[in-house]
């Protein structure tokens, strides 16, 4: 088998790959963080490079996809060209990849009772006349401090390095216990100091909390877009990947190990302390992430009835997992409550305390697997919406994630404004530009109920008339031009489509429904709902008033909505830092009802409703 030299610009990266490669794999072999929204399978256009040597005929999806100029210039897709020869590829400006992470939220008070303690003791000294063993002077020592010799457990790690640990520091130890197991033994006192860190692994980005697991005080945080958009965008594209690929699975779990551990040092960086103080770590993930992150084979997610492999929590040793942590670590994983509505969804729910509400709350987290919780403290229940990547700028012709460059909103006054992530000139849009445009040409008469963009001709509202030179046609259809190409950082004009409309319409549409059926089977009317607690990026970016006019969320709930940031993130910081949070979170998992949106009956007539605009 021939190979060839595959060169990467800026960065001058290497690399050498099999003949029939695609770019996208060689990106992959080079460690390159690139963002595949469609998971490479050639449908969203947005893996553009540029070939400045070894540039190879475009194959066909390339020239349906890129402008001829395009394709003059060198440019192609990562996903579609194969490697025939020794080829030079120019990346794209890497601030494109700088991507807008939630960290912040609202947080809410509770008892700190951290899972793991530490115990300094002064072991009694060998003697000829008890000729008790290292371990039982140890436990004799643990039962003064109020521990049960009958309870007390170790592990062969612990009692090969006792009699090394306890002799070199003249038998004073500090023990780490998890309940009433020795997860550790250290030399002296070194009970000043046990760190943790929380984790939110979403499907897009990955946050890192480092806290003080005796304060709760937050030391640092740090984020990640999560490595495995290299292989997919969104969940069904990795539970393919994982499935189909050669050890698809082993790849996935190690790219989120390995991004888990750079966080780590990158936080105690920040904080000036080391890996080897932290003792705990929590995470949080939707039930696919869950189990990839475990190396757990996700596939029955992925076929009905969309069982996952495990619900409950689980607590392992963070060498398990290859966590490089104190070598006493544990790792907390919280449960999940079905097959796409996961440990995440526990964790908002543990954060907002739904469980405790005496009012009726509506939580949303919206995505490309949309969860939605509804309930208060005398039932909760929940389901999945399969609202798909139009909300991630996936299948959006100028769609992009809610990076540098893209358009975040859009205002409709005496002539088009919007504001760009980052400044300088747009690249295209993400999901909230998407809301706020589709909002505004509802409002303005310019798309009608239907979703459909009327011509020049038929609009009645003479505010919507000033945006004539917006309104054009493109590859035979409707088009709402927010950026001439003139004014891009790509000479690419940036619009909204009529099949951007649709695709908005799907997304919105199940989201909406999942709300519907929520409201029917808890039995309750849109009025009885006190408030709408938006959680997660997208919900926390988006424009409350331009969710509400396309749909997204019942308008009579606008005046409710509340916006409480990364409540995910919030949830896996309470488990880690109260024991009592942890088994809660069990109880939340337990106590909702999961509804499966596809046996409801009327579903279909639901969602067909729910794709309509709200035209007042």
Not at 35 to 62: A, N
Not at 272 to 297: E, P
Request: net charge negative.
């Amino acid at each position: 088998m021939n190979y060839h030299k595959v060169f990467f610009k800026p960065g001058d990266i290497l690399v050498e790959v099999a003949e029939g490669s695609t770019l996208k794999e060689a990106m992959n072999d080079a460690g390159l963080e690139f963002d595949f929204l469609c998971g490479g399978g050639g449908t969203c256009g947005k893996c553009r490079v540029k070939i400045s040597e070894g540039l190879t005929t475009p194959v066909t999806r390339e020239q349906e996809m890129l402008q001829m100029k395009e394709l003059d210039e060198g440019i192609r897709l990562a996903c579609m060209t194969t490697v025939h020869n020794d080829v030079t590829v120019s990346l794209p400006n890497q601030k494109k990849l700088q991507h807008n992470i939630l960290i912040a939220s609202d947080e809410r008070s509770f008892q700190i009772e951290p899972q793991l303690h530490k115990v300094f003791v002064e072991v009694d000294k060998p003697s000829r006349e008890t000729q008790n063993s290292d371990w039982c002077r140890l436990k004799e020592s643990l039962v003064k401090r109020g521990y049960k010799d009958s309870e007390l457990e170790s592990t062969i790690s612990i009692l090969r390095q006792m009699p090394d640990v306890l002799r070199g520091s003249n038998n004073r130890i500090t023990a780490v216990m998890y309940n009433s197991k020795v997860a550790g033994i250290e030399p002296e006192d070194t009970t000043k100091t046990m760190l943790g860190m929380a984790f939110d692994i979403g499907t897009t980005t990955i946050v890192g909390y480092l806290l003080d697991l005796y304060s709760g005080k937050e030391l640092s945080v740090v984020s990640t877009l999560n490595p495995q958009t290299t292989f997919g965008a969104d969940v069904i594209s990795r539970l393919t990947f994982a499935s189909h690929e050669e050890n698809g699975l082993i790849k996935l779990q190690s790219a989120v190990i390995e991004s888990i551990n750079k966080l780590i040092i990158e936080a105690v960086e920040k904080a000036s302390v080391t890996r080897g103080q932290i003792y705990g770590v929590s995470f949080a993930a939707n039930t696919c992430m869950h189990h990839i992150f475990l190396g757990i084979n996700p596939q029955s997610i992925a076929v009905a009835p969309y069982v996952p492999a495990l619900s409950e929590p689980l607590v392992l040793d963070a060498s398990e997992l290859k966590i490089s942590i104190n070598q006493a670590g544990k790792v907390f994983m919280l449960p999940n409550i079905a097959g796409f509505v996961g440990a995440d969804t526990v964790a908002v729910l543990l954060a907002t305390e739904l469980d405790r509400s005496e009012d009726i709350k509506l939580v949303i987290d919206i995505g490309t697997n949309g969860e939605i919780a509804l309930g208060s403290r005398e039932k909760m229940v929940a389901c999945s919406a399969a609202a798909g990547p139009a909300f991630e700028g996936a299948q959006i012709s100028s769609g992009m994630r809610g990076a540098v460059g893209a358009i975040d909103h859009v205002y409709y006054r005496d002539k088009l404004e919007y504001s760009v992530i980052g400044g300088g000139e747009p690249l295209g849009v993400c999901g909230s530009a998407l809301l706020d445009t589709v909002a505004g040409l509802v409002e303005l008469g310019i798309v009608n109920k239907r979703g459909k963009i009327l011509a020049y001709e038929q609009l009645t509202n003479p505010v919507a008339r000033r945006f004539k030179e917006n309104l054009i046609q493109h590859e035979g259809q409707g088009a709402f031009v927010l950026a001439e190409a003139s004014t891009t950082g790509h000479g690419r004009p940036i619009m909204i489509t009529q099949s951007d409309i649709r695709e908005l319409q799907m997304a919105k549409g199940a989201m909406a429904a999942g709300v519907r059926v929520l409201i029917e089977t808890y039995g309750i009317q849109i009025q009885d709902i006190k408030e709408v607690l938006l959680a997660g990026a997208f919900g926390n970016y988006l424009n409350p008033h331009s969710a509400c006019v396309i749909g997204l969320i019942p308008l009579e709930l606008e005046s409710k909505i509340k916006m409480i940031g990364n409540a995910a993130g919030t949830g896996s910081k309470l488990a880690l830092l109260s024991s009592n949070e942890f088994r809660r979170s069990k109880d939340i998992a337990e106590y909702v009802k999961f509804v499966e949106l596809g046996s409801y009956p009327r579903f279909n007539s639901i969602f067909g409703e729910c794709t309509y605009f709200n035209i007042q």
